[in-house]
């Protein structure tokens, strides 16, 4: 098994400087997606669960797109935070490659997407893009889609080879 991600402090800002120069993000893009992230927790809308996620989303031309998850009474038909965002930003038409997806909750160490998520993360980011997790001190784990959804499928293998 591998080893956990180290948690770090977004309160540390030898640990956020690290982060933003091995991610190629700025300081106030990584303070903004975080920042976002957690105020997008308090549109969630989650009665069964009370599982409150933020989603924060930063663009391929560095807008930033929020979202939070939505609960049904009919449990699989609920749609996680990452998805929400995602979707909204693709209808908002934000079709490039995504930079950053950073998702906040209220637990303790950070919570990472589902299976799902992670999937649909992968239609629309390229491996190599980060994924910032925060909790509910403001600590966070980040990791390369890659990490998480390691052998993915992807777009680029369901293409049709074209004939000359």
């Not at 990584?30 to 669960?49: I, M, N």
């Not at 799902?116 to 190599?128: G, N």
Request: charged content about 20%; some cysteine.
């Amino acid at each position: 098994m591998a080893p956990s991600p180290e948690v770090l402090s977004s309160k540390n800002s030898d640990h956020v400087s690290q982060t933003c120069k091995d991610y190629s993000i700025t300081p106030a893009q990584f303070e903004e997606l975080r920042k976002r992230s957690v105020e997008a927790k308090s549109v969630a809308y989650c009665p069964y669960s009370n599982f409150r996620v933020g989603c924060a989303l930063l663009t391929a031309d560095d807008s930033i797109v929020t979202g939070a998850n939505i609960e049904n009474a009919s449990y699989p038909v609920g749609t996680c935070a990452e998805r929400v965002t995602i979707g909204k930003a693709v209808t908002e038409g934000h079709r490039g490659k995504f930079k950053v997806v950073a998702v906040a909750t209220d637990i303790s160490p950070p919570a990472s997407p589902c299976g799902m998520c992670r999937q649909f993360i992968r239609e629309f980011c390229d491996l190599t893009m980060p994924i910032l997790m925060f909790d509910q001190n403001l600590d966070y784990v980040v990791l390369r889609l890659e990490d998480l959804l390691p052998l993915s499928f992807g777009p680029e293998h369901l293409q049709v080879e074209r004939g000359s």
